[in-house]
C-alpha cells in the first residue's frame, strides 16, 4: 500500500537559517510526490511535484525537494528561512484508485521560524 | 493562485440541523473532491467526482452526500449535523491527466454543538 511518513511534527529553525523538512514513502510503483503548504486560516498551496522527471524539483518561495528512490525519501528543503514560511507542511504521495488519482496525505510537519 | 472558492469560511450551528457547504472552481476542471482534517490531523478524503452525474465515496467513511449537477459546482451536505461533524472541509479540483495536481480551496470550519 502507498503511504507517506513525515518523520518530524514540529521543526523549529532561526530566521536566515536552512529548513529541513523530511517525508519517506511507501509504494509498490514510481509514485507522483508532492509537498503542499498550508497557513493558519488559509487553504492548501501547491509546493511542488514530483512526477518522474528530474529528481531535484524547485518549487515556489524558494523550496525545494530531491527525489531519492534508494532511500524511498523526498525531503523538502530551503537554504534561508523566512518568518513567512512558518506554516505547516503536508508531504503526499498520488495513488491510482479507480479511474481518478487519490491523494495520501502525511500527517503534517508544523515549521516555527524564530526571529 | 488556484480559482477555488468554498462558503462559508466558518458555520456554527446546532445539533439536528441540516448544512450544505458550497464549492465552486472556474478552472474547468472536470475532477473534484472533498477532505476532511481534524485540527493537527492530515487530510482524509470522503468524497470525489470525475465530472457531473458522477460521485464516489473516499477513504474515510463520512454521513454527508454530495451532488455534481454542473461542472464547477460541488456541494456536500449533512442532513443532520452532530458534533462529531465538527471538523474542517477541505474542496480540491484537478485536470485529469498531468500527475492530477488538486488544487485546494480555503476550506469550510465547521463547529456543531
Known amino acids: 500500500a502507498q503511504s507517506v511518513t513525515q518523520l518530524d511534527s514540529h521543526v523549529s529553525v532561526s530566521e536566515g537559517t536552512p529548513v529541513l523538512l523530511r517525508c519517506n514513502y511507501s509504494?509498490?510503483?514510481?509514485?507522483?510526490l508532492f509537498w503542499y503548504v498550508q497557513h493558519p486560516n488559509k487553504g492548501l498551496q501547491l509546493l511542488l511535484k514530483y512526477t518522474s522527471a528530474a529528481t531535484l524539483v524547485k518549487g515556489i518561495n524558494g523550496f525545494e525537494a530531491e527525489f531519492k528512490k534508494s532511500e524511498t525519501s523526498f525531503h523538502l528543503t530551503k537554504p534561508s528561512a523566512h518568518m513567512s514560511d512558518a506554516a505547516e507542511y503536508f508531504c503526499?504521495?498520488?495513488?491510482?484508485?479507480?479511474?481518478?488519482?487519490?491523494?495520501?496525505f502525511g500527517t503534517g510537519t508544523l515549521l516555527a521560524v524564530q526571529p | 493562485e488556484a480559482d477555488i472558492y468554498q462558503t462559508p469560511r466558518y458555520l456554527v450551528i446546532g445539533t439536528g440541523k441540516k448544512i450544505t457547504l458550497e464549492c465552486s472552481q472556474t478552472?474547468?476542471?472536470?475532477?473534484m473532491y472533498w477532505y476532511q482534517q481534524d485540527p493537527g490531523m492530515e487530510l482524509h478524503l470522503i468524497h470525489y467526482s470525475y465530472g457531473v452525474n458522477s460521485t464516489e465515496k473516499g477513504d474515510l467513511s463520512s454521513e454527508s452526500t454530495v451532488s455534481r449537477i454542473r461542472t464547477e459546482h460541488f456541494p456536500l451536505t449533512l442532513e443532520s449535523a452532530r458534533p462529531s461533524h465538527t471538523s474542517q472541509y477541505l474542496c480540491?479540483?484537478?485536470?485529469?491527466?498531468?500527475?492530477?495536481?488538486?488544487?485546494f480551496g480555503p476550506g469550510t470550519r465547521l463547529l456543531v454543538l
Open positions: 509504494s509498490s510503483y514510481s509514485p507522483s
Open positions: 503526499v504521495v498520488s495513488v491510482r484508485g479507480g479511474a481518478t488519482n487519490k491523494l495520501i
Open positions: 478552472m474547468g476542471h472536470d475532477k
Open positions: 480540491a479540483s484537478s485536470l485529469s491527466g498531468a500527475g492530477e495536481t488538486q488544487y
